[in-house]
């Protein structure tokens, strides 16, 4: 007598248990023995929740001994319902206005993360940051980096595709005033005395790109445009030049436009 087929025995097995299921549920009976009505916002009665809940600890437990994850199920199945429970309630507090972290805050700005969670989230991703950096790997990846870069090239090519120019300036300029209202550095937040930035981060900042405060290579060419006509007055190498031009036509310094190819880190001190 042939064998039967396994794979076709279990699918009716399942779909047997899948019919009984629904007809419990129908009966508003236990699931899992059929006797009694089920536990208040469960499926299942008290007893068999208590069986389900000791067994799932054990079962746990013996899992954990043995080194294994997720208490002995199959990782990638886990990590998939994990990250499906995790969207649809991200999407619920959403919904509710809530924030999409702890759903216990609104957050500000049509954002939506609240600022405690955004702080806690910016501590844990500097320590996770430096931690990788001195460690010679990516900061986003944990791969191995070359030539002591924060990134790898995968992620230095998907963060130039994924940015948007234009949405970084404006997040940029907003961070930038905020902060010089505070009178606190742009960059790292301490105290800077009414300047832009403290003295370490300007030092930094001068350190990475010398070649803008360095003199041009080019002759300076100052030129004065009209403002209401839009005509050239002239280009000339000197500020006194371009002065005594403005004051031979007549004008004010609000109706000309000066434009200049000299980079203002470059002029000497006044």
């Known amino acids: 007598m042939p064998l039967k087929d396994p794979m076709k025995v279990k699918q009716a097995r399942d779909r047997r248990l899948r019919q009984r299921h629904a007809a419990r549920l129908k009966q508003r009976l236990c699931t899992r023995c059929g006797r009694v009505p089920p536990e208040p916002g469960l499926k299942v009665c008290t007893d068999c929740a208590e069986k389900r809940r000791a067994a799932e600890c054990a079962r746990r437990a013996k899992a954990r001994a043995e080194g294994k994850q997720y208490g002995g199920r199959d990782p990638e199945r886990c990590r998939r319902a994990d990250r499906a429970g995790d969207r649809r309630r991200r999407r619920t507090w959403k919904e509710a206005g809530l924030c999409t972290s702890c759903g216990r805050r609104r957050p500000e700005d049509n954002r939506s993360v609240c600022e405690p969670c955004r702080e806690a989230r910016r501590a844990l991703d500097r320590r996770r940051y430096a931690a990788r950096q001195a460690a010679g790997r990516c900061v986003r990846c944990n791969q191995p980096t070359v030539g002591g870069l924060s990134r790898c090239g995968r992620c230095l090519a998907l963060e130039k595709e994924r940015v948007c120019p234009e949405r970084e300036s404006d997040v940029s300029r907003k961070r930038y005033a905020a902060r010089r209202a505070k009178s606190i550095c742009v960059d790292c937040k301490a105290p800077a005395g009414g300047a832009a930035r403290c003295r370490r981060c300007a030092y930094r900042s001068?350190?990475?790109?010398?070649?803008?405060?360095?003199?041009?290579?080019?002759?300076?060419?100052?030129?004065?445009?009209?403002?209401?006509?839009?005509?050239?007055?002239?280009?000339?190498?000197?500020?006194?030049?371009?002065?005594?031009?403005?004051?031979?036509?007549?004008?004010?310094?609000?109706?000309?436009?000066?434009?200049?190819?000299?980079?203002?880190?470059?002029?000497?001190?006044?």
């Open 206 to 270: 001068n350190s990475r790109a010398p070649e803008r405060h360095l003199a041009a290579l080019w002759p300076p060419q100052i030129a004065v445009i009209e403002l209401e006509t839009g005509e050239e007055l002239g280009v000339f190498e000197t500020e006194s030049e371009a002065a005594a031009c403005i004051a031979f036509a007549k004008l004010r310094p609000d109706q000309v436009e000066i434009l200049s190819n000299v980079p203002l880190m470059a002029l000497p001190p006044a």
